[in-house]
């Protein structure tokens, strides 16, 4: 659709663009959160530059992991050309799975140093990532990245006319305005049990079943071939069944614990 933006005189990638705002509407509500509960944000905010570094390295990881034979037959153009290996390889190219694996990482490795319980911390922390994802995802459907299958009779299709990376002129199903839309309800859901006083214990299970779920079913929808594929499923529906076998059976025992203990 539009996938750079004019402003100044200058070009800049629409994606880029969007991935800032996201980034800077999910540390805004972070810092709300922490004042709202009272508390002196300087030392927990470095958890989140802990998580936004964490995202960087796992979503680089992971968009070469399918990669990998390509990525070792080009090792010749390190010496080479190293402009084009960075094209190809090191400038773009980010896995949203792999981001999520590595900023929980990092943020569990952050509380671990600083002996921060995660319970607190991840009650502010949790919702903020679907708010941020769903930035990012406008910012795919503008750039024209992470597109979807062509869109079957009887379907909304977009069809763009600029796009860098999708097909032009194909009506296309707009699976990124799907999980921007749902990565937003996902965000108020969170939210409100977060506001009931639910620990970030409770609300990751719930939001890795949640979206789990979402993108499996999501990813059947998507028409680009470059996430990588591993048998019959994309990278990321391993991803989301991997995170499912183990978040879902957490959340049920969190739910029946809870049920237990309102038995009187």
């Not at 153009?77 to 773009?92: E, H, I, K, N, V």
């Not at 299709?157 to 194909?170: D, I, K, R, Y």
Request: with cysteine; hydrophobic share 50%.
């Amino acid at each position: 659709m539009a996938p750079y933006l004019v402003l100044f005189g200058r070009a800049f990638p629409t994606y880029s663009l969007l991935a800032l705002a996201g980034a800077a509407a999910a540390w805004g509500y972070f810092h709300w959160r922490l004042r709202r509960r009272g508390e002196n944000p300087g030392r927990t905010e470095q958890a989140f530059l802990w998580g936004v570094l964490g995202a960087l390295v796992g979503a680089k990881l992971l968009y070469l992991l399918p990669q990998l034979p390509q990525l070792a037959a080009d090792l010749p153009l390190l010496g080479q050309d190293p402009a084009l290996f960075s094209a190809r390889y090191l400038t773009g190219g980010f896995v949203f799975y792999g981001g999520l694996l590595g900023a929980l990482g990092a943020v569990g490795l952050f509380c671990r140093r600083r002996k921060l319980p995660f319970g607190p911390l991840g009650a502010d922390l949790v919702p903020a990532v679907p708010l941020f994802h769903a930035f990012g995802r406008v910012g795919c459907f503008l750039a024209g990245c992470c597109y979807g299958i062509p869109a079957p009779a009887g379907w909304w299709g977009v069809t763009f006319s600029q796009a860098l990376l999708a097909p032009n002129g194909v009506a296309l199903v707009p699976v990124q305005l799907y999980e921007a839309a749902g990565c937003l309800l996902l965000f108020l859901l969170l939210d409100r049990l977060a506001r009931r006083g639910w620990s970030g214990g409770q609300l990751l299970p719930v939001y890795l079943s949640l979206y789990g779920a979402f993108r499996f079913l999501l990813e059947f929808l998507r028409g680009d071939e470059a996430r990588g594929f591993w048998g019959p499923l994309s990278t990321s529906q391993w991803v989301a069944l991997a995170t499912l076998a183990v978040a879902l059976p957490v959340l049920l025992w969190q739910q029946s614990k809870r049920n237990h203990q309102r038995q009187p």
